[in-house]
């Protein structure tokens, strides 16, 4: 059984930057994709990124690309989301996800079977 925990979240002004950090506990695989979705009030959970464990696939949303950056340390079981250049629609509830089915990165949430308990990230306009 995998658990996730995020930290890392709070609130920055707009073009600030904030890191994300998620510490994944129990059996992992270098084929596991680990992921980042974030929510915003009233809307659908949304991908962000993702990237497999054994750092051979990586997938940015339209929206985050060439802001956000995907990383991992694998000795520590970790993997982080650096967030650059902030918008105000970057506010969310940011969850780390895990999916352990060896396939490709899945953009949808119902693929990913793990997930943590969320941080707020607010961006100030």
């Known amino acids: 059984q995998k658990q996730l925990v995020e930290s890392g979240g709070g609130l920055v002004q707009a073009g600030g930057s904030l890191r994300l950090s998620c510490t994944a506990s129990?059996?992992?695989?270098?084929?596991?994709?680990m992921g980042w979705f974030r929510q915003a009030p009233g809307k659908e959970r949304e991908f962000v990124a993702a990237?497999?464990?054994?750092?051979?696939?990586?997938r940015y949303a339209d929206s985050v690309k060439g802001r956000f950056t995907i990383s991992k340390d694998n000795a520590k079981n970790m993997v982080y989301l650096q967030m650059n250049s902030l918008k105000a629609e970057d506010t969310a509830v940011y969850y780390c996800?895990?999916?352990?089915?060896?396939?490709?990165?899945?953009?949808?949430?119902?693929?990913?079977?793990?997930w943590g308990q969320g941080t707020q990230v607010t961006v100030s306009s």
């Open positions: 990237t497999r464990y054994s750092f051979s696939l990586i």
């Open positions: 996800a895990a999916d352990s089915s060896g396939g490709t990165i899945s953009t949808v949430s119902h693929s990913y079977s793990y």
């Open positions: 129990g059996y992992t695989s270098s084929r596991d994709i």
